[in-house]
């Protein structure tokens, strides 16, 4: 399910930590025509659902991939007398995905400071599901990873308080030197503010795609953002507190999230199936061109050269793994019993879950709401029939870099 990918994490730490980079050394300020996105993309499903987890499989996957990192600093950080330690989970969505985690997070503070008191901090947009998180965080809802098996809360271990804060991680969320562990799964790919330099392009949808290398104005957008958010961190964290960011990245072999060395590329089938909805007259030119991902996957080479920029973070490990399709994985060994189609509908909601606001973004403003979804609902129609016709074929797979950062 998952595998080492890319060079390994001291050829990349010994590249890196001799002199920063000349980009960014020539940092730029973000282009003037970026716009805010007062929400970088908005949830689907209803307020306390839990659409989110229920349909990401593969995020269980993908922490627990970086679980013996998180644990193996619980056991090495300082553990402060006289006050809770406090844990953040930046980007937390649901925050159903993360619970297993944080409830081993608690024990291993415990096994160095028994009784020792922990808060819990969420944190994510202001237009975020809250009432899941809470719904998640203090048991009221279940939740089951991708293999069915029940998840407990770390709030049921008693001593453990829950806080939820809506600023956004590009920004400090929390009071200085407050923050013991801050974690952070599949979510600073967004940024803060969208110069969509590729609306108008029937081609290409996101940065990663494009064969000539990222826009420069998302390059820069993305390496303003990222500095402030280690800016924010390093103000957040105590003394030698962690920082695990886990993050979507284009590896050293030129992978990225839905395009590996396995399978149809998840954007072709995106691309194929928007465009069907030109051919068939649902949509016209201008909405057809009109899709740009507002997020940026960084190479680890990037996300090393923001943090060699900040005096007050120490690199500890940066590692690229690929976290396979489980939905994918569970298919093709014939685990799910399922027909073609009944694979495609059980699949397709994962990569619905965060693309589908940008997608409606790219809709005329003189449509409705309810004409925009009637739109989508078509869209998704067409993925799930393209993904039906050869299932083994579609999948999403993970292609993260983990990082591992102290506070100084």
């Known amino acids: ?55 990401t499989k593969g995020c269980f996957d993908v922490i627990d991939a970086a679980s013996p990192l998180v644990l193996q600093e619980v056991t090495a950080q300082p553990i402060h007398e006289g006050r809770a330690f406090h844990v953040a989970d930046y980007g937390t969505a649901d925050a159903g995905t993360s619970l297993g985690l944080l409830s081993k997070v608690v024990r291993a503070v415990r096994e160095r400071a028994d009784d020792k008191e922990v808060v819990v901090h969420y944190e994510d947009q202001l237009n975020n599901e809250w009432k899941s998180v809470f719904n998640h965080a203090l048991g009221y809802k279940k939740v089951t990873d991708a293999y069915n098996k029940e998840i407990d809360t770390p709030y049921n271990l008693g001593g453990v308080f829950v806080e939820a804060n809506g600023v956004g991680f590009h920004q400090q969320c929390y009071a200085s030197g407050s923050i013991d562990l801050g974690v952070s799964f599949t979510a600073m790919h967004w940024l803060s503010s969208s110069p969509s330099s590729l609306k108008g392009s029937t081609k290409y949808m996101h940065a990663a795609r494009c064969p000539d290398g990222p826009p420069e104005a998302e390059k820069l957008q993305a390496d303003e953002d990222w500095y402030k958010i280690l800016q924010a961190r390093s103000k957040e964290l105590t003394k030698g ?28 089938s995106f691309q194929s199936s928007w465009d069907k909805l030109a051919a068939d007259g649902v949509i016209d030119e201008a909405e057809q061109s009109g899709v740009s991902f507002p997020n940026y996957y960084r190479t680890t080479e990037e996300f090393l050269a923001g943090i060699e920029r900040c005096p007050d973070l120490k690199l500890i490990s940066a590692e690229e793994k690929i976290v396979r399709c489980p939905y994918r994985e569970q298919y093709v060994a014939g685990d799910s019993k399922m027909s073609p189609e009944e694979y495609a509908t059980s699949f397709v909601p994962t990569t619905r879950t965060w ?54």
């Open 355 to 408: 693309s589908h606001s940008t997608f409606k973004a790219a809709l005329s403003d003189d449509r409705t709401d309810e004409e925009k979804e009637k739109i989508l609902e078509q869209f998704w129609a067409n993925y799930e029939a393209l993904v039906a016709q050869s299932p083994e074929s579609h999948g999403m797979d993970y292609v993260h870099s983990y990082l591992v950062v102290e506070k100084l």
């Open 1 to 55: 399910m998952k595998r080492m990918i890319g060079a390994s994490v001291a050829a990349i730490c010994t590249t890196s930590m001799h002199g920063a980079s000349a980009f960014a050394l020539k940092m730029k300020e973000a282009p003037e025509v970026a716009t805010p996105i007062a929400n970088v993309h908005t949830p689907v499903g209803k307020d306390g659902e839990g659409e989110y987890t229920a349909a």
């Open 241 to 268: 507190g962690r920082f695990v960011c886990v993050n979507f990245c284009v590896s050293e072999e030129g992978y990225f999230l839905g395009q590996t060395d396995a399978g149809a590329s998840m954007w072709d």
